[in-house]
């Protein structure tokens, strides 16, 4: 089994950041041909600044890039598909507010603003046999994915696997949540769509994580962690930053999925760990979870109930819910909604919630925050039971 290099790293600062990469790189004996056309893919999910901690730091960036030009490696270019329509504009905007502008232009690297696309097949693959991915990590030699550690209001946790979902462009994306609204069957999706990409290192900013209603409507939660492993090593990092987050296989879907698929441990303590051997204290106990999070309520109940709490549990799941006094009628949340169960009314998104598949994508994608996941008191008081 691959390692995890774990480090501690309490800030955004460059040449700390330098550093903490370089053990990382040195610690799992990672190496690029110079030759390779390499991609870094970053999590850019929406346009906002770091401090939002929505988004991979730029720090983080420009850390692993000066890593990678020091090996000899020339030909590097930044990418990704946030949410959204996959235009030049929007990229452009994207990297101009996240950093990746300024990390591109410090240290000579390009930053993909092409938004075709190709059908990549996966024979192997359990659920899908065939991914639309971007040119860029369509044909790159070596993929860097630059995750931020953040919860996740579908899949409950954002990390290593999770970041893999913005090589499907644009809009396509929508298109596999309503291909795939269970959440077991999305997480299978993404396991095969990591397994189709083979990222060569994974490396997770969580300096500062997100907490809460994440991937983008979260708060910043300060862990002072990096975190990194090459190949399909991927899985037992994304196991150990759960880990860290109090979180187990068994509450994060595309974990449960790896350890079916013998792709990991099914518990953190069969990782082997490198790097800092007092990185574990950065273990958070009282980490924040999305009011979304997946519950198996049938769990929860006594067993006669059980039938009863499955049948009622559509209408028991949480669902979004817009502040109509915040809404500025930008329409990202209908663009972004696969079951195309949003409208906008009077410059107002309204929701019609029979057809919703509480993929919480409306609620990921509005830059204002104007919608809530609403939970109802039964949910809640079946989460604490
Ligand atoms: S309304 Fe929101 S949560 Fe429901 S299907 Fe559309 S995007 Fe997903
Ligand atoms: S709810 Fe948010 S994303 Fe939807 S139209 Fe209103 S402001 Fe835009």
Known sequence: MKPVSLSKTESYDLPQMLEAVRRHLDLLDFRIDPGSKVVVKPNLIMRCRPDRTATTNPVVVEAVIRSIQAMG????TIADSPGGLYTPQVLAANYEQTGMKAVAERCGVALNLSCGSRTVRYEEGRLCR??????????????????????????????????????????????????????????????DLSLLVRPSLTLVDAVDAMEGDGPTGGSRRHIGLTAAAVGDGLYALDLMMAHLIGLGPGQVPMLADAVERGLCPACWEQVKLTGDPDALSCAVTDFVMPASKTLDFTGNVPRPLAGLIRRLEPRLAPRPQVRGKDCVGCGRCAESCPAKTIVLENRRAKIDLSSCIHCFCCHEMCPVKAIDIKTTRIFRFLSKS
């Not at 490696?73 to 590097?76: A, T």
């Not at 696997?161 to 596999?176: D, E």
């Open 73 to 76: 490696v020339s030909d590097i």
């Open 130 to 191: 065939a991914f639309d991915l971007i040119d860029p990590i369509a044909g790159a030699d070596v993929v860097i994915n630059l995750c931020k550690l953040k919860t996740h209001c579908m899949t409950t946790l954002s990390c290593g696997i999770k970041n893999l979902f913005g090589c499907i462009p644009g809009l396509l994306k929508p298109q596999l949540h309503y291909r795939f609204p269970d959440g077991r069957q999305f997480a299978q999706m993404l396991v």
